[in-house]
C-alpha cells in the first residue's frame, strides 16, 4: 500500500511508543536496517547512473513468556517510478518451544529453501555482497520462486559428538502468479493443497565452520491475468547448498531444480535449474574482497516462467560474474562495492557498477 504523509507519521509514532514501553517484564527490542545505492549500468536506455534509497527495516523480536515470543518485520521502500513509498509486513510469526528438539511457529516468515533464504533475510547489511543471488530475488522485486510462506513452521535439531542436526518443515498456502508477480496468498490459498516445505542440515564438529542442507518444496501453483485463470502447474522445487565460514574464509554454493507439471494438459512437463557460488576472504577483519558466478538454464516452456518473464524479461538464460569488495567501518556499518558482468542469451550483455553504504542499528 502506498502511504502519505500521516500514515507514515502513524506508524513513526506507534514504533516511537512502543520503543518507550519496555519494561523488565518483556524483553521488547526495536532494530532496523538501512541502506543507500548507487548504481551506473551500461544497459541499453538505463545507462543513466543513479542514487537510490533501499529498504528501511524495522524488526521487533519480544518474549512474551517462558515458551512464547513474538518476531515482527516490516519495510518501508520507494516504488520506482511513483514518488511514493510503501509499507510491507515481511515477517509476522509467534513461535512455542514445545521441548529442546521442536518449536512451533505460526504466521508469514521465509522460506526454508536453500542458505541464503534462511540465512539473510531483508537486513542487507548482514550479508557480504550488496545483492541476493538474482534468482533468489523477493517477490515483488522479480522473484522467481516463493520466498515467503504464511502457514506453520516447525523446526528443531538433535546434536551428536560429531555433526548438529537440523530440520525445518512447513505447511502454508500455495502460491499463485499474479499477473507475471508472485503472490505468497497471505490472505487467502487457490488450491484444495497446501504447500509443503522441508529442510535438513548438518554441521560437521570434525570440520568447524563447515554446513550441508538439502531442501524441498512442493505446492500446486495458479497462474492468473487479471481474475481470469492462465494455468496450474504442480511444482517441485529441490535445494542443495554447501558453505564454509571460518575467518579469514567463506564460501556459498546453492544449486536448484525446478520441476513442475501441466495440471492442465495431460503429459506437459517442464525442467529448470539455477546455481551460485560466491566466494569471500577478510583482511584485517575489516575488508573483504569477494566473487560470485551466477547461472540461469530456464524452461521459458514452462507456463509459470514464461508468465514471470513478461514482467521480468531480463530472466531468461544468462550468466553473472560479480566481484566486489567489503569494508567494515563497524561490526554494524559497512560500504560495498562492486562491478557485475551480465551475459544474457537474448539481450546485449551489459555491466554495472555499484556502491552501497548500509547499517544496522
Known amino acids: 500500500m502506498l502511504i502519505n504523509n500521516k500514515l507514515f507519521l502513524f506508524v513513526t509514532g506507534i514504533f516511537l511508543t512502543l520503543l518507550t514501553i519496555s519494561s523488565a517484564a518483556h524483553s521488547f527490542e526495536l532494530h532496523g536496517f538501512g541502506h543507500v545505492n548507487f548504481l551506473q549500468s551500461t544497459e541499453s536506455k538505463k545507462d543513466q547512473a543513479s542514487f537510490s534509497l533501499g529498504e528501511l527495516v524495522f ?9 512464547t515470543d513474538i518476531l515482527i518485520e516490516f519495510v518501508v521502500e520507494p516504488q520506482a517510478g511513483k514518488g511514493d513509498f510503501e509499507i510491507e509486513i515481511e515477517r509476522l510469526q509467534l513461535g512455542y518451544i514445545v521441548s529442546n528438539a521442536f518449536k512451533l511457529r505460526a504466521g508469514r516468515f521465509h522460506s526454508v529453501l536453500g542458505f541464503w533464504n534462511t540465512e539473510y533475510h531483508h537486513g542487507v547489511q548482514l550479508q557480504t555482497s550488496i545483492e541476493r543471488p538474482f534468482f533468489l530475488k523477493f517477490e515483488h522485486d522479480g522473484g522467481i520462486m516463493p520466498i ?6 516447525g523446526s528443531g535439531g538433535y546434536n551428536t559428538n560429531t555433526l548438529n542436526l537440523n530440520y525445518d518443515v512447513i505447511l502454508a498456502n500455495g502460491s499463485k502468479v499474479q499477473d507475471g508477480i508472485i503472490d505468497p496468498n497471505n490472505y487467502t490459498d487457490d488450491t484444495h493443497n497446501k504447500a509443503v516445505s522441508l529442510r535438513f542440515a548438518a554441521e560437521s564438529n570434525k570440520v568447524p565452520g563447515f554446513k ?8 500446486p501453483v495458479k497462474g492468473f491475468k487479471g481474475t481470469t485463470e492462465d494455468f496450474r502447474v504442480k511444482q517441485e522445487i529441490m535445494a542443495l547448498d554447501l558453505t564454509y565460514f571460518r575467518n579469514p574464509i567463506e564460501f556459498i554454493g546453492e544449486y536448484y531444480i525446478f520441476n513442475a507439471e501441466n495440471d492442465m494438459v495431460s503429459g506437459e512437463n517442464y525442467s529448470s535449474g539455477f546455481f551460485y557460488t560466491q566466494v569471500g576472504y577478510m ?4 575488508l573483504i574482497p569477494y566473487a560470485r558466478f551466477e547461472n540461469i538454464a530456464i524452461d521459458l516452456n514452462s507456463p509459470y516462467f514464461s508468465a514471470i518473464n513478461k514482467v521480468n524479461p531480463i530472466l531468461n538464460d ?18 560495498r562495492a562492486e562491478v557485475r558482468f551480465i551475459d544474457n542469451d537474448t539481450i546485449a550483455d551489459f555491466n554495472e557498477y555499484a556502491v552501497q553504504w548500509a547499517v544496522s542499528f
Not at 583482511?283 to 575489516?286: A, H, R, T, W, Y
Open 283 to 286: 583482511i584485517k577483519e575489516s
Open 148 to 153: 515467503h510462506a504464511v502457514g506453520l513452521w
Open 318 to 335: 544468462s550468466r553473472r560474474v560479480i566481484a566486489g569488495v567489503r569494508y567494515n567501518l563497524s561490526h554494524v556499518n559497512c560500504i
Open 212 to 219: 550441508a542442507g538439502i531442501s524441498g518444496n512442493y505446492a
Open 59 to 67: 524488526y521487533i523480536s519480544e518474549k512474551v513468556d517462558d515458551r
